[in-house]
């Protein structure tokens, strides 16, 4: 009867009492006596990060080289930026970096995870399963931009491993300078992308399949189920809630992708590889253009902040007509 | 409990061995060439067994960027801001969790809020404010930068695992008359050791593997973290192909022993962090 109104049992009082608003987890103690330990973490917050973001929108309405004071010139920067080719160029790039990080390795890794829970961990054993699953998440590990000298080197011009290895099987015609050429420049940036993220869904899945409950799918074999049928209507129900928290965390990194780009082609040949991120840090560091840097900078948090909210919204939605149906 | 194997479940097995290979690959590239001579490499290529065993691009590069100064920068920093970065969040979500401080909600959607914008909105205001006050080119603006950004996340998880907190145990040790602090620090932490350390070690992993800010701030050799050394060096292009590779595999070795080490830790951490 767990579900009797607190009114109506006998110690009903005492426990709305201690459902008041400004009481603390602790008995007997005020809630406001603990403001004292938000103290630090928030004189840090408001120095590092509240006073910066609010300093970085104010300069997006300047003119500031870095050196005289920042002068007030309205929103000439952002007319600037709308009827900016190159930033167009950047989220063009954020969108394949969209591709290479979330969408190639979300759906791989559904596949993966599924394939390895079912079939290698029910047919093999769950260690042979184990050691699969931590050999594609080995990548996840590597600082990103030390994974991305790891690939450079091998896409390396002229006596890179890949360009050997064409030409030892007779493919020495498809031998090319990888990151130097602007068709394929940005393919080989999303390939790393794709071998350092590939691992990050399958162990998330991996863990969320264990919630399925085996019956489910003895049943759906019984009504002639094939396994994609399993799969695609029985697995990815379950574990939605992970692919969505996988798809959002996936989509903010990519939008914020700076190291491989730095490390790899610094935004070249020409604009084939630039990114926002990389776009403001140039004009912050190399061009001394501050307050077009800084905008750069506030139109990709935006655009970061608008697309999370979107995110949850969205979940909450498909969340509410699931309870509906 | 291995039920009976069909030839279609080989063929879906050596499907995913195939995959891991290609995943692993480039690992074993740069093992196999970091201990070739350029000459070697050039005569025999990439795929082939080292002739030699040949040290000397793994000696060239440890002298070139002074490596165990660079590790001694990532350790310290790294170390330090996950020490730091936990002991603010767990005062934060003490208020929060515990104290259910007025407002809570809105605090904890601020956190939540700094954790997801780019690092690009803060870059110039805190590259200015750092150059001011003498901390720039000095880890201690790397270290106070992480302590802030890591506990954002640390806040948003403790002060909901706080906020579950067996009720029994905070009226007992109040009975017994602990303070306020006295609780935190003899009760609360104790009991939630096991998130605490996935904390630590997440944000040890994290802040090593930062790239950006460590950049920007540390521009002197003697400051750079190991990724920045690694990725400033392989801009220039000056190095040959096997001290290359040797570059790739000393950034490589110490995430690999960390893994190795925490392996536990972390997958516990991974898939308690996707569904919170």
Redesign the interface.
């Known amino acids: 009867m767990a579900t009797l109104p607190a009114q109506l049992r006998p110690e009903g009082t005492r426990e709305v009492r201690r459902h008041r ?9 005020r ?8 103290i ?2 928030l004189v ?2 408001t120095v ?2 509240l ?3 609010v ?2 929108v104010y ?1 997006s309405f300047t003119s500031y080289r870095g050196i005289k004071p920042p002068e007030w010139i309205g929103l000439d920067n952002w007319v600037k930026l709308l009827g900016d080719e190159k930033f167009w160029i950047s989220f063009q790039n954020s969108i394949a970096m969209i591709v290479a990080m979330v969408v190639v390795p979300t759906l791989l890794g559904l596949v ?1 995870a599924a ?2 829970f079912d ?2 961990g ?4 769950g260690r ?1 399963a184990s050691f ?1 699953r ?3 998440y ?2 996840q ?6 994974a ?7 896409l ?1 011009a002229d ?3 890949l360009n ?2 064409l030409e ?1 099987v007779g493919l020495g015609s498809l031998s090319h300078n990888w990151l130097g050429s602007p068709d394929t420049a940005l393919l080989s940036i999303m390939v790393v992308m794709v ?1 350092v993220q ?3 869904p399958v ?2 899945f991996m ?2 399949l264990q919630r399925v409950d085996p019956e489910l799918y003895e049943a759906a074999s019984l009504d002639g189920a094939n396994w994609w049928q399993r799969f695609s209507s029985i697995t990815v129900a379950i574990i939605r ?2 692919i969505f ?2 798809t959002l965390t996936c989509t ?1 990194a990519a ?2 992708v ?2 491989p780009v ?2 790899l082609t ?1 935004g070249g040949p020409g604009t084939s590889t630039i990114v ?2 990389y776009y ?2 140039s004009e ?2 190399q061009s001394q253009q ?1 307050g077009y ?2 905008t ?3 139109a ?2 935006i655009i ?2 608008v697309l ?1 909210i979107g995110f949850i919204q969205a979940q909450n939605w498909v969340e509410r007509k699931e309870r509906e149906i | ?5 069909q030839w279609t ?1 080989w063929l ?2 050596a499907a ?2 195939i ?2 290979i290609v ?2 690959l ?2 074993l ?2 093992l196999v ?1 970091s201990f070739k001579s350029p000459s070697d ?2 005569n025999n ?3 082939s067994w080292p002739t030699t065993f040949y040290t000397d691009g793994i000696a060239a590069f440890w002298e070139r960027v002074n490596f165990p100064a660079k590790l001694g920068n990532s350790i310290l920093i790294a170390g330090l801001v996950s020490i730091f970065a936990v002991m ?2 767990v ?2 979500a ?9 407002g809570r909600t809105w ?1 904890i959607i ?2 939540l ?2 954790n ?12 200015f ?1 750092f150059k001011q006050v003498g901390l720039y080119d000095n880890i201690w603006s790397v270290i ?2 992480f ?3 890591q ?2 996340f640390g ?1 948003y998880l403790l002060s909901s695992v706080f ?1 579950t ?1 067996p ?1 029994e145990v ?2 007992a040790a ?1 009975l017994d008359g602990a303070s ?1 602090f006295q ?2 620090w003899r009760v609360i932490v104790p009991i939630s050791r096991p998130t605490i350390s996935v904390l630590l070690v997440f944000f040890f ?1 994290w802040t ?5 800010i460590p ?2 701030f540390l521009v002197s050799n003697d400051n750079q973290t ?3 050394a ?2 400033t060096l ?2 220039q292009r000056l190095m040959d ?1 096997t001290t ?2 040797a ?2 595999l000393l ?2 070795i110490p ?2 022993l ?2 190795l080490i925490f ?1 536990r830790t972390l ?1 516990r951490g ?2 308690a962090g ?2 919170k």
């Open positions: 608003t400004d009481e603390s987890l602790l008995p007997g103690a809630s406001r006596g603990f403001w004292l330990y938000l630090p973490g840090l917050f590092i990060i006073v910066p973001f300093w970085n300069l993966l394939i390895l079939v290698v029910k047919k093999f054993g042979v699969l931590a050999t594609y080995l990548p590990i590597l600082p990103i931009a030390v991305a000298v790891v690939i450079g080197w091998i390396r006596d890179g491993a050997q290895v030892a071998w590939l691992g990050y162990v998330i863990a969320a809630p992970e928290v996988v903010i939008l914020k700076f190291g730095y490390t610094r926002p991120s403001s840090y912050f560091f501050v840097g800084a750069i900078a506030t990709l948090t970061v902040v999370t | 409990m291995v039920s009976r194997r479940d879906v097995l995913i061995i995959g891991a995943v692993i480039p690992f590239l740069i060439n490499y050039a290529g990439a795929l603010v969040s005062l934060n003490y208020a929060i969790g515990i104290g259910r401080i007025k605090i601020l956190f809020v700094a997801t914008i780019p690092q690009e909105a803060l870059l110039y205001p805190l590259y404010m106070i930068t302590t802030v950004i506990s954002a806040t906020s907190f009720k905070l009226e109040a306020r609780i935190l992993i090593w593997n930062e790239f950006l950049l920007t190991v990724p920045v690694i990725a392989q801009g192909v290359t590779s570059s790739a950034g490589l995430t690999l960390f893994f392996q997958t991974i898939t996707a569904v």
